[in-house]
C-alpha cells in the first residue's frame, strides 16, 4: 500500500468520525492534492466501510481468482495436453489470462505450429536411406550419372487444407511432427521438371 493511500484513508476515516459526507471528504482531499489524488468513488466505498464497523484501513482480502498460482500447476497442464490455449489454462486454473502468459514464459515455453512431415520414418526406414545414398555416391565415382539424371517435384494443391495446431514447448525442444492427411479428392497437381542446367 502507497504512502499517500494510507494518508488518504486516515483523511477519510477523520472526516467520517467528523460527520462529514463522503463527497466533501472527496472535494477536501482533491483540493488539497489535486483531482488524481482520489476518486469520489473510492471515498464513497471507504465511507460505506466505515459504516458498517469496519474502521479498518487496510484492503479486505478479494474473493475470486487466486492472486498466487503454483508454476508446476500449469506445466502439468501442459504436459498433459500440448494444445491447450491460454484461455483454457487460466479457465481450468481460475487465474488471469496475463498470469497465465507470464509464467510460461518464466517456464521457456513458446506456441508454435507442428512441422509437416510426408510419413513418420522407422528405423529400417532410416538405415535403408542411408546404405541407397552411400551406394549411388561409390556409383558416381567410377560412373558420373548425376548429370543424366532429369528429376522432378510435384505439389499437390488441395480445396481442404487440415489447419495445423499451435502447441507449447521450450525454446530449446523440436517441435511436434504432424504426418499429414491423405489427398483429398478435390485437388490440383502441380509438376516441374529439371536437370542439373535448370528447369526443363
Known amino acids: 500500500m502507497s504512502e499517500n493511500k494510507v494518508h488518504f484513508r486516515h483523511i477519510l476515516l477523520y472526516c467520517f468520525k467528523k460527520g462529514k459526507r463522503a463527497a466533501e471528504a472527496h472535494r477536501k482531499i482533491c483540493g488539497v492534492y489535486g483531482d488524481d489524488a482520489l476518486t469520489e468513488r473510492a471515498a464513497q466505498k471507504w465511507f460505506a466501510k466505515f459504516r458498517s464497523g469496519d474502521t479498518s484501513l487496510e484492503d479486505g482480502s478479494r474473493s475470486g481468482r487466486p492472486t498466487e498460482v ?18 483454457e489454462i487460466a479457465e481450468a486454473l481460475k487465474i488471469g489470462y496475463g498470469t497465465v502468459q507470464k509464467h510460461l514464459q518464466q517456464l521457456g515455453y513458446v506456441l508454435r505450429l507442428d512441422v509437416w512431415v510426408p510419413h513418420k520414418l522407422t ?53 511436434n511432427a504432424t504426418p499429414k492427411a491423405g489427398l483429398h479428392p478435390k485437388k490440383i497437381l502441380l509438376s516441374i521438371w529439371w536437370d542439373h542446367r535448370g528447369v526443363l
Open 70 to 87: 503454483d508454476s508446476n500447476d500449469i506445466k502439468a497442464l501442459v504436459e498433459q495436453d500440448r494444445t491447450l490455449k491460454v484461455r
Open 123 to 175: 528405423e529400417e526406414n532410416l538405415a535403408n536411406r542411408i546404405s541407397i545414398c552411400n551406394s549411388l555416391l561409390k556409383r558416381h565415382e567410377s560412373d558420373p550419372f548425376l548429370k543424366r539424371i532429369v528429376t522432378g517435384d510435384e505439389k499437390w494443391i488441395i480445396y481442404d487444407n487440415i489447419m495445423r495446431k499451435r502447441s507449447w514447448g521450450t525454446a530449446g525442444e523440436p517441435p
